[in-house]
C-alpha cells in the first residue's frame, strides 16, 4: 500500500538515449511533482502538476518532458539523456499547491548515465 | 541565492541527548516551514511543519521553533536515538510563489550509541 512510488528505482543506460521514470500515487492528491536531487545533495522542483495542468516548469532542458495521463500518475520522459542528467529523481504528490501542503515523496530514482 | 540554508553538513550527537538541527532563511514571504528526514535510497518523509504565525510546534519528541526576526528556525529531537541517524531536510514557502517547496541541503545527523 505504497503511497507514492517510482519505477525504476536504478537506471543505468547510455548518453543518447531516451528513458522514462514513472510515477503513482494512491492518495487521492491532486498535485504531483517532479524533484532532481543534484550532486551537491539539493533538491529542486522540476515540474508541478495540478488535476493533469502543468502548474511549475522550472528552467528544465526541454528534453524533460512530463506527462500526466491521469490525477494519480506523472510520468516523466527524458530524450537524448546527458551524462548531466545522472541524479536521483523524486516524485511528489500533494493537495492542491494553491496553500501550504506538505508533499509526500516517492523513494527516488538512481539515473546514471555513462 | 540559496534561500533557506542549513550550515551544518553534519551532526554528531549521543543517544539520549538532544539534537538541535538549525535552519536561516532569507525571504521574509516564507509563511510555512517544514523539516523532513531522509534515510539512504529512500525519499525524504515529512517530520513536522510550523506556520509563521506561530513560534513552537511539538510532536513527541521533535520540537520546531520559529524566531522570525532572525529568520531562524530549528529542530530539537530529545531524547535522540539510533533510528534518528538520517539527513534532515529544512524546506519553506511563500504564497507569493505558488507555495513551491525551497529546500535546504540538509544536515546529517549521526546519533552514536
Known amino acids: 500500500d505504497t503511497a507514492v512510488s517510482q519505477t525504476p528505482k536504478y537506471l543505468v543506460t547510455q548518453m543518447g538515449n531516451d528513458k522514462s521514470i514513472k510515477c503513482e500515487q494512491n492518495?487521492?492528491?491532486?498535485?504531483m511533482y517532479w524533484y532532481k536531487q543534484d550532486s551537491k545533495k539539493f533538491l529542486k522542483i522540476m515540474f508541478s502538476?495540478?488535476?493533469?495542468?502543468?502548474?511549475i516548469n522550472e528552467t528544465v532542458p526541454n528534453r524533460f518532458s512530463p506527462k500526466s495521463p491521469d490525477k494519480a500518475h506523472l510520468n516523466l520522459h527524458i530524450n537524448s539523456l546527458e551524462l548531466g542528467d545522472s541524479a536521483v529523481y523524486f516524485c511528489?504528490?500533494?493537495?492542491?499547491?494553491?496553500?501550504?501542503?506538505?508533499?509526500?515523496f516517492g523513494p527516488g530514482t538512481r539515473l546514471t548515465v555513462l | 541565492d540559496q534561500q533557506v540554508k542549513q550550515n551544518s553538513p553534519s551532526l554528531s550527537v549521543q543517544e539520549g541527548r538532544i539534537s538541535i538541527l538549525n535552519c536561516d532563511y532569507t525571504?521574509?514571504?516564507?509563511?510555512?516551514f517544514l523539516w523532513y528526514k531522509k534515510y539512504p535510497a529512500e525519499g525524504p518523509t515529512f517530520l513536522i511543519s510550523?506556520?509563521?504565525i506561530k513560534d513552537k510546534n511539538e510532536d513527541g519528541r521533535f520540537t520546531v521553533f520559529l524566531n522570525k526576526s532572525a529568520k531562524h528556525l530549528s529542530l530539537h529531537i530529545v531524547p535522540s536515538q539510533p533510528g534518528d541517524s538520517a539527513v534532515y531536510f529544512c524546506?519553506?514557502?511563500?504564497?507569493?510563489?505558488?507555495?513551491?517547496?525551497?529546500w535546504g541541503a540538509g544536515t546529517k545527523l549521526i546519533i552514536k550509541p
Open positions: 502538476y495540478n488535476n493533469k495542468e502543468l502548474i
Open positions: 510550523i506556520s509563521s
Open positions: 511528489a504528490s500533494s493537495w492542491t499547491s494553491g496553500s501550504a501542503q506538505t508533499q509526500y
Open positions: 492518495l487521492g492528491h491532486d498535485t
Open positions: 525571504n521574509s514571504m516564507f509563511d510555512y
Open positions: 524546506a519553506a514557502s511563500a504564497p507569493d510563489s505558488n507555495y513551491q517547496l525551497i
